[in-house]
């Protein structure tokens, strides 16, 4: 019980260093039974990209196209909690840049949040790269896009690939990636 209340605390922490906000041209989908939520997003464009549950709660993210946009679904006890538009990284996309550059800046089912470093989200960036270091990980690879920085760091002894993104030199997220083998 302890460890999923952190995790929703975690969520909602993440959410709101990224300035979520209601996504109001589906907020009339709030309070509606979750069973009925596939077929409404669909018929306004929306396509499933992934889903994780943390405790009772089970977090969606869906993609539209047409409007290039990425929203999060939160669902609980058969009912739709929020919808909250997010970024297109959550939805494995790169908003308006083509994938060019690969694809070791999106965000994956794959990819799990890694709860070592947790204590470092909504810190100084820098702060969380020291300690990588520290703990012998060394960055394989960054990328920047609409203010946002992604930084790949591997660990040789362990195998363990992460993911960090900062916003404006404050760390977003610490996750698990799998994408650092293809950039050894």
Partial sequence: ???SSLLVLLFFTI???????TASDLKDLVDMRASYL???LENRGYHLINTEKSGYNSYQNWWNSRKNKCVSVRVSDGRVKSIVNTLPAD???SGNESNRRGEFHHSSENEKHHDNYQTYVNGPATSIYRKLQDDNFREVKNFQQDGYTYKLWYHSRTKEC????SYDY???KILFSHHCDENL
Avoid: I, R, W
């Fill in 1 to 3: 019980m302890k460890k």
């Fill in 15 to 21: 959410s709101a260093s990224f300035a979520q906000e």
């Fill in 38 to 40: 596939d077929n409404e």
């Fill in 91 to 93: 939805c494995n996309k």
């Fill in 162 to 165: 992460l993911k960090t993104v």
């Fill in 170 to 172: 404050k760390l977003s």
